[in-house]
Nanobody
Framework: QVQLVESGGGSVQSGGSLRLSCAAS????????MTWFRQAPGKEREGVAT???????MYTDSVKGRFTISQDNAKKTSYLQMDSLKPEDTAMYYC????????????????????WGKGTLVTISS
């Protein structure tokens, strides 16, 4: 079992910033990834940003240039810095881990993840 604990959610106004953290009890191998997902009410869960242990990153188009994923491998922690937030960024944010054996493109897909955190709520007001 792998435990993932998210923190850092909250409520901010449009244009503001938040930094989410995800502490993992186990970090993925070089062929795995840590990914941040979000799910807004009535919408499907979508992959927002993902990172490999070598620091390679990938983002969904709607957050490129505004969100930055990073990690501290020694602390087994992933971070999601969210700037220039918009009301449409309002969602429950989850971190997830695929421990290994996945194609890089698959790392933004929710169905390939092995373990999930419980989520942290982000609310952006206009």
């Amino acid at each position: 079992q792998v435990q993932l604990v998210e923190s850092g959610g909250g409520s901010v106004q449009s244009g503001g910033s938040l930094r989410l953290s995800c502490a993992a009890s186990r970090y993925p191998s070089s062929s795995g990834c840590m990914t941040w997902f979000r799910q807004a009410p009535g919408k499907e869960r979508e992959g927002v940003a993902t990172i490999k242990t070598d620091g390679t990153t990938m983002y969904t188009d709607s957050v490129k240039g505004r969100f930055t994923i990073s990690q501290d491998n020694a602390k087994k922690t992933s971070y999601l810095q969210m700037d220039s937030l918009k009301p449409e960024d309002t969602a429950m944010y989850y971190c997830a881990v695929r421990l290994g054996g996945v194609s890089w493109r698959g790392c933004l897909s929710f169905y390939v993840m092995d373990y999930w955190g419980k989520g942290t709520l982000v609310t952006i007001s206009s």
